[in-house]
């Protein structure tokens, strides 16, 4: 009896140390984002370890703060993440000629791609390589206190004309404190490029080429345009920003926010949830109206996937880091885990999750429908993913900076922008 035992021990013990050498797959996952976005991605990447046995996935997540050096230090040593989130102008940094990432098309057959719109798929593309795939598309719309300008007897804007005319009102009617609009300077930077945009028909940097697209005179205008912001009362001035807590504190921070002085905000659609939580109940937040130019052929409404998803070129295994991805951003189980965490869907898989189950908000949804419309009209070019290079945006907010507290012309701040700006572009193409 003992023998037959000790024979059965011997005759399983190869299985059992089979199953002990055994190692799961393992694929690492890295992104960024607050604790919101940490809970809900690991919990899907729960259930997609689950539909998957022998697959482990490694995540690796942090604040925003210092993830762009880790990566930018992993992707020059070759150990970068298998999936990494990315934003989309990092194409333009690591992978710019379209070899920084796994071309996804490599591994068309495990993605849904027709869930995506052809525009959306386009903006991951770099020389002709699908680098990354959107979890969202964002842009810049007009969020409007519909109290605070109720108490100043002034219509919500729906042009320039009305926007501008609004500034003095409120100084007269509800002080020097009160303002029509807040934003941080890149905000403001923003919408005076996109009267410029309207008005000329081109933004500041081409999207084809390393290059300025403004004409001097167009630069002139953009740094008038945000100029008259500030001088007409319009939006808030960049020295009292930072006399409040700093210069780049977030609008729903401020409490002249909180209380209806600062009466609007031109911010991306997927901010209004932090835009509306922090005002108090006598005040209305509500969707307003993007103002246009007669005749202008594209609204310079300012949009741009939110974050993407792409695979390494380096990892062992693309099939499955790519169905990773695809189940990131398209799967509706998913989509219930997720939800907003990294904004509205750009796939119609997920998007239509949200809209069923009551988990997309009304003014979200609007806003979401209004940046559509434009779309799909022609009216929104895709950027060039250099305007967000950092060391432009570094020296577009230097330039502008200067403009704000009166150190320099306007025509000075523009012949920097157009000379400057080209100079820098060709450095950094």
């Known amino acids: 009896m003992l023998h037959r035992r000790h024979f059965t021990a011997l005759a399983l013990s190869p299985l059992l140390a089979q199953a002990q050498v055994a190692k799961p797959t393992v694929l690492r996952f890295a992104w960024w984002g607050g604790a919101g976005r940490h809970e ?127 500034g003095p009102v409120f100084k007269a009617k509800l002080g020097d404190h009160a303002y029509p609009l807040d934003g941080e300077l890149y905000d403001m930077i923003l919408l005076a490029q996109a009267y410029v945009q309207q008005k000329y028909g081109t933004p500041y940097v081409d999207p084809l ?59 991306w659609d997927s901010a209004i949830p932090l835009r509306a939580a922090t005002l108090n109940a006598q005040q209305k937040l509500v969707l307003g109206n993007f103002p246009t130019l007669p005749g202008a052929s594209v609204s310079g409404m300012f949009g741009r996937p939110t974050v993407m998803l792409a695979v390494g070129r380096n990892c062992k295994q693309p099939e499955l880091a790519a169905r990773l991805v695809n189940f990131m951003l398209t799967d509706p189980q998913a989509a219930r885990i997720l939800g907003k965490t990294r904004g509205v869907p750009a796939a119609r898989s997920q998007l239509d999750v949200l809209v069923q189950t009551n988990k ?70």
């Open 209 to 267: 080429e390393p290059r300025v697209a403004m004409s001097l005179a167009a630069a002139l205008e953009w740094v008038q345009t945000y100029r008259r912001l500030i001088t007409e009362h319009v939006a808030t001035p960049l020295p009292l920003r930072a006399s409040l807590g700093g210069a780049e504190k977030p609008t729903e921070q401020q409490q002249d926010w909180v209380v209806g002085n600062w009466a609007g905000n031109f911010t």
């Open 360 to 429: 997309l908000p009304a003014m979200e949804l609007a806003a979401h429908e209004q940046i559509k419309k434009q779309r799909l009209a022609g009216r929104v070019p895709v950027p060039a993913p250099l305007f967000e290079h950092a060391r432009l945006h570094k020296f577009m907010r230097e330039v502008f900076e200067i403009v704000a507290y009166g150190k320099t012309t306007d025509q000075e701040a523009a012949r920097r922008l157009v000379e400057e700006g080209n100079a820098l572009l060709k450095r950094i193409k």
């Open 40 to 166: 809900a991605t690991l919990k899907a990447i729960a259930l997609f370890e689950q539909q998957n046995p022998g697959l482990k996935i490694k995540a690796e997540y942090m604040g925003f703060n210092g993830y762009l050096e880790r990566l930018t230090t992993q992707i020059a040593g070759g150990s970068e993440p298998d999936v990494m989130q990315i934003n989309w102008a990092w194409l333009a940094m690591f992978s710019k000629r379209g070899n920084g990432f796994m071309d996804l098309e490599q591994q068309r057959s495990v993605l849904a791609l027709d869930q995506f719109s052809p525009e959306d798929i386009n903006a991951g593309r770099v020389a002709g390589k699908l680098n990354a795939l959107p979890s969202a598309y964002t842009a810049r719309v007009f969020l409007w206190n519909k109290a605070a300008f109720d108490r100043a007897g002034v219509a919500l804007p729906a042009t320039w004309d009305e926007l501008f005319a609004a």
